[in-house]
């Protein structure tokens, strides 16, 4: 998941931004109230997270501005203005929840979980492909019972993949939802991650999972069948009992 992460409280910042990414979140950063707008119509994000009193256009506004592009990102406001007519301005801006600070991060994480599981589709807390089961709660991984030892940036792929399995993602689709505005498109980093999953995955098992379609992405899944609109090459017919001739 990548989210954008607004706030101009440096301490804050670092708090919140060293905690996502440990949870395995693609995280973004602005501290202006123009830069969020910024990347919000640059970046396609998962889930927004604004401070009201940032520099510039205040959060009101930028969700304001946002919600007036079109863009339905889920936006959760935090900030340390807790009075009655703070939540209502915030909630008629276009927000989609509001958090005071001080807060714990667990429940921040917690209202990041809710806001991810309504927008859209429902997102189920347990992803199942095939005998591989994504718990995304706890972030862990199994395949057949068997725990999976991951790190933080595999687990995001694996669960990116799992999310969208039977489908091919490009490499494209898998920077945007998965790295930060860091990643260097010309590198093979995804490469790297997906043949360090593959052996993880898949080395212990006989049906694999994680495929590559060349020239296209990859594919999760137990074969090629499971491709939504795949058809599958049909048989040569033989003929029986037909002699070789000298």
């Given at each position: 998941?990548?989210l954008?992460l607004?706030?101009d409280d440096p301490g804050v ?6 905690g996502?990414?440990e949870?395995a979140?693609?995280?973004d950063?602005?501290t202006t ?5 910024y990347?919000a119509e640059i970046?396609?994000?998962d ?6 009193l940032?520099?510039?256009p205040?959060?009101f506004a930028?969700?304001?501005g946002i ?12 900030t340390a203005r807790?009075?009655v007519?703070?939540?209502?301005a915030g ?14 991060f667990?429940?921040?994480l ?7 599981r309504?927008?859209g589709?429902?997102r189920?807390?347990?992803?199942t492909?095939?005998?591989?089961v994504?718990?995304?709660a ?5 395949r057949?019972?068997r725990?999976?030892?991951?790190t933080?940036?595999?687990y995001?792929l694996?669960e990116f993949?799992a999310r ?11 920077a945007?939802?998965?790295w930060?505005e ?7 980093l995804i490469?790297v991650y997906?043949n360090?999953l ?9 049906v694999?999972?994680?495929h590559t379609r060349?020239?296209?992405?990859y ?6 069948e499971n491709?939504?609109?795949y058809?599958?090459p049909r048989k040569k017919s033989s003929?029986?009992n037909?002699k070789?001739?000298?």
């Amino acid at each position: 998941m990548r989210l954008l992460l607004v706030e101009d409280d440096p301490g804050v910042l670092r708090f919140v931004l060293k905690g996502l990414r440990e949870q395995a979140y693609a995280v973004d950063t602005a501290t202006t109230g123009d830069d969020a707008l910024y990347q919000a119509e640059i970046n396609t994000y998962d889930l927004i997270i604004l401070d009201v009193l940032i520099p510039g256009p205040d959060g009101f506004a930028v969700c304001k501005g946002i919600r007036a592009a079109g863009n339905r990102v889920p936006i959760l406001m935090l900030t340390a203005r807790d009075g009655v007519e703070d939540r209502i301005a915030g909630l008629d801006a276009g927000a989609d929840d509001y958090l005071a600070k001080p807060f714990a991060f667990r429940e921040l994480l917690a209202r990041l979980r809710a806001l991810l599981r309504r927008s859209g589709e429902l997102r189920p807390a347990d992803i199942t492909v095939a005998d591989l089961v994504v718990d995304t709660a706890a972030q862990t991984v199994t395949r057949g019972g068997r725990r999976i030892v991951l790190t933080t940036k595999e687990y995001a792929l694996v669960e990116f993949l799992a999310r969208n399995a039977g489908s091919v993602v490009g490499r494209a689709a898998i920077a945007e939802h998965v790295w930060d505005e860091t990643f260097d498109p010309f590198s093979n980093l995804i490469e790297v991650y997906v043949n360090r999953l593959r052996r993880k995955i898949d080395a212990d098992s006989k049906v694999p999972l994680l495929h590559t379609r060349r020239g296209a992405g990859y594919l999760f899944g137990p074969g090629e069948e499971n491709i939504r609109g795949y058809d599958p090459p049909r048989k040569k017919s033989s003929s029986p009992n037909r002699k070789n001739h000298v």
